[in-house]
């Protein structure tokens, strides 16, 4: 399979795909990118890194060259910088993702699309109503939020990363929603103490702020190059384990009209099935609130 980026000279879509490379996840990538010699260098870089590590091979591309892609990373943005909410970038990240989609239909049709830009959600669902391809096809990134509770988790319990087991749906931002009823050690569920919930629950909320107060410019590219190569792998291989994908939904946890976190097995064909899991009654409440902002945003956005 091959892999098309777009923005692929960002501090996103660079490292994911690097990290793609590295795995060796797919057998080509190709890179999209206003900015034509910072693109080359990229291409030249990761050529010579890649040679050491894969046989996987980079090329600069333009539209036209996406149509041989299996799998498309929208990861273009607005340049990064100081703000309170990933909803600030609403309006001018619509506008790219408009543009993009307005390009991609000249050459494309029905492949899968990640959508990376923020705010995720929305972004996520205006790239399906722009392209109407097949919902099941757009896959929102919003796997940070889980990984970060995991980070959080393991930190509070110090305990190793891998021997936990967590999960985070709704918003990819200030809506997100922690299931601690989820939350598994080694393979056993694990009750957090009232305390432990709370310093989690601290952790993962003031972690945005206090990268924002840093200023340094430039987003979280490894996290989400982590996170995104896991997506990657899991629509090559295929997954029997559910991660956290922004998903159109369409009757799916009684909600439609929107695109919002929710536990997705994926495959070949993009999201081949959105898991059904049963709320908390504050997570439920929580979820619809969610859910309600997000369409709210849309609306705001088109």
């Not at 509070?156 to 918003?171: K, M, P, Q, S, T």
């Not at 694990?190 to 432990?196: G, I, W």
Request: a neutral charge; hydrophobic letters at 40%; one cysteine or more.
């Amino acid at each position: 399979m091959k892999l098309g980026v777009i923005g692929g000279s960002g501090q996103l879509g660079s490292t994911a795909a690097f990290l793609a490379g590295v795995k060796g996840l797919v057998s080509e990538i190709r890179l999209v990118d206003i900015n034509e010699n910072l693109l080359k260098s990229h291409v030249l870089d990761m050529n010579q890194a890649l040679s050491a590590e894969s046989n996987v091979r980079v090329a600069g591309a333009g539209y036209a060259d996406l149509a041989g892609c299996d799998i498309l990373l929208l990861a273009a943005a607005l340049p990064e910088r100081s703000v309170s909410s990933r909803n600030d970038y609403l309006k001018g990240n619509v506008e790219i993702v408009r543009g993009v989609c307005d390009s991609l239909k000249n050459y494309c049709d029905g492949k899968i699309f990640i959508t990376a830009t923020n705010p995720v959600d929305v972004c996520n669902y205006m790239a399906h109503s722009f392209l109407k391809w097949d919902r099941n096809k757009f896959i929102g990134f919003c796997s940070n939020d889980t990984l970060r509770l995991k980070w959080a988790i393991s930190g509070v319990l110090n305990l190793g990363f891998d021997r936990i087991e967590a999960l985070c749906i709704g918003e990819h931002g200030e809506g997100q929603i922690p299931l601690f009823d989820q939350v598994f050690v080694d393979g056993a569920r694990k009750v957090l103490s009232p305390e432990q919930i709370v310093r989690v629950k601290e952790l993962i909320g003031n972690w945005f702020a206090d990268y924002q107060k840093l200023q340094s410019g430039r987003s979280p590219g490894w996290t989400s190059a982590v996170g995104l190569a896991a997506v990657i792998q899991a629509l090559v291989k295929g997954s029997e384990k559910a991660l956290p994908c922004s998903a159109i939904l369409d009757g799916e946890f009684n909600e439609r009209g929107l695109s919002i976190g929710v536990p997705c097995r994926l495959g070949k064909n993009g999201i081949e099935e959105i898991a059904q899991i049963k709320l908390q009654d504050q997570d439920e409440k929580k979820f619809r609130e969610t859910a309600a902002k997000i369409r709210g945003l849309i609306r705001s956005g088109v």
